[in-house]
């Protein structure tokens, strides 16, 4: 079992930063892949970006990369996701997730979940 807490969403005006944490817990001897996700409303959970264990491969979402960025640190067994130039439409409960599926990229490839954190962007 793994657990996962995402932190570090919050209220920020267009093209403002922010960086998500998400620190997992428990059985982090897995070669975990670690991914991010985002939610709105009445929407299903859309692929934001992924990693492997080692940190040196990633993959984002088409639409967002070059604004986002993922990274991790298996001594702090954290995983972030950067986030710059924020648009309104980027407002979502973001959720933070591992999995041993090579860069999955739709939820079913994923084992377990964080919280869910809030990002609002105001225009």
């Known amino acids: 079992q793994v657990q996962l807490v995402a932190s570090g969403g919050g209220l920020v005006q267009a093209g403002g930063s922010l960086r998500l944490s998400c620190a997992a817990s428990?059985?982090?001897?897995?070669?975990?892949?670690m991914g991010w996700f985002r939610q709105t409303p009445g929407k299903e959970r859309d692929f934001v970006a992924a990693?492997?264990?080692?940190?040196?491969?990633?993959k984002y979402a088409s639409s967002l990369k070059g604004r986002f960025t993922i990274s991790r640190d298996n001594t702090e067994n954290t995983v972030y996701l950067q986030m710059t130039s924020l648009k309104p439409e980027d407002t979502a409960v973001y959720y933070c997730?591992?999995?041993?599926?090579?860069?999955?990229?739709?939820?079913?490839?994923?084992?377990?979940w964080g919280q869910g954190t809030q990002v609002t962007v105001s225009s």
């Open positions: 428990g059985r982090t001897d897995s070669r975990y892949v």
């Open positions: 990693i492997d264990w080692s940190g040196g491969i990633r």
């Open positions: 997730a591992a999995g041993l599926k090579a860069l999955g990229t739709i939820p079913s490839d994923y084992d377990y």
